[in-house]
Nanobody
């Protein structure tokens, strides 16, 4: 069974940092494009960041540029989202995603992904 499982969410103060992790099981991430999305209550899902399967393309939503960093460790079948300088508006459920030989569109939100995690909650504690 192919699965993605996120971890690392929690309460965080404005200006704080969190690192989200997403581990794949049943498949390795080597040939997969990866991405992170988020959805806040009452809002549409937002594409946060992605990396293409080749690693040649990385893109971020304007709302997180300069604060968030997406990365991957194929040896550990794990992708990460390092989030710094967190703001109250970053509160959301964060989802990881993967697509075999996937790309990374400049507009992350429209990049298709086949596999999705169930999400991890990030909440502003202020």
């Amino acid at each position: 069974q192919l699965q993605l499982v996120e971890s690392g969410g929690g309460l965080v103060q404005p200006g704080g940092s969190l690192r989200l992790s997403c581990v794949s099981s049943g498949f390795t991430l080597d040939d997969y494009g990866i991405g992170w999305f988020r959805q806040a209550p009452g809002k549409e899902r937002e594409g946060v960041a992605c990396i293409s399967s080749s690693g040649a393309s990385t893109n971020y939503a304007d709302s997180v540029k300069g604060r968030f960093t997406i990365s991957r460790d194929n040896a550990k079948n794990t992708m990460y989202l390092q989030m710094n300088s967190l703001k109250p508006e970053d509160t959301a459920v964060y989802y990881c995603a993967a697509e075999y030989l996937g790309g990374c569109h400049q507009s992350v939100a429209i990049q298709p992904f086949e596999y999705w995690g169930r999400g991890t909650q990030v909440t502003d504690s202020s």
